[in-house]
C-alpha cells in the first residue's frame, strides 16, 4: 500500500490551498480515510475524516468550517481543500488509511499505530 501526498507549499495568512493524495497498492474504495498533521511541536493532530463511500465526513473543531475532505474512489484519490490558512495550520499534513471502512471523530493526538497507511506528508507553512 502507497500513499503520495501534494500540494503543499508557503503560504499567507487567509490563502487557501488543496492537497492531493494519490493512493495505490490497496483497495481505496473499501477504506475511509484521513488527514492527520504534525505541527511543529511533533504533536500528532487528528484533522479530518471520510468513510470508504465519501458520504460522511468529520472534521477538528480547529478546521471545520474551513477545510473540506473528499475523495475520487474511481481515481483512487483523496483530498483537503483549506481555506482561511492561520498559522496554526502549519504543519506536516499527511495522508493516512483507516483500518475499516467507518470515519471517526478523533478528540485527542492520534498515535501512528492508530492507521493502517501513512503517506510521506507534505508540508504546509503558513506566515506572513
Known amino acids: 500500500a502507497q500513499l503520495v501526498e501534494s500540494g503543499g507549499g508557503l503560504v499567507h495568512p487567509g490563502a487557501s490551498l488543496k492537497l492531493s493524495c494519490a493512493a495505490s497498492?490497496?483497495?481505496?474504495?473499501?477504506?475511509?480515510m484521513n488527514w492527520v498533521r504534525q505541527t511543529p511541536g511533533n504533536v500528532l493532530e487528528w484533522v479530518s475524516s471520510?468513510?470508504?463511500?465519501?458520504?460522511?465526513?468529520y472534521y477538528a473543531d480547529s478546521v471545520k468550517g474551513r477545510f473540506t475532505i473528499s475523495r475520487d474512489n474511481a481515481k483512487n484519490m483523496l483530498y483537503l481543500e483549506l481555506n482561511s490558512l492561520k498559522g496554526e495550520d502549519t504543519a506536516m499534513y499527511s495522508c493516512v488509511r483507516a483500518t475499516s471502512a467507518i470515519a471517526f471523530y478523533y478528540a485527542a493526538p492520534v498515535s501512528r499505530s492508530r492507521f493502517a497507511t501513512w503517506g510521506q506528508g507534505t508540508q504546509i507553512t503558513v506566515s506572513s
Open positions: 471520510i468513510n470508504n463511500e465519501g458520504a460522511i465526513t
Open positions: 497498492g490497496f483497495a481505496f474504495s473499501e477504506y475511509a
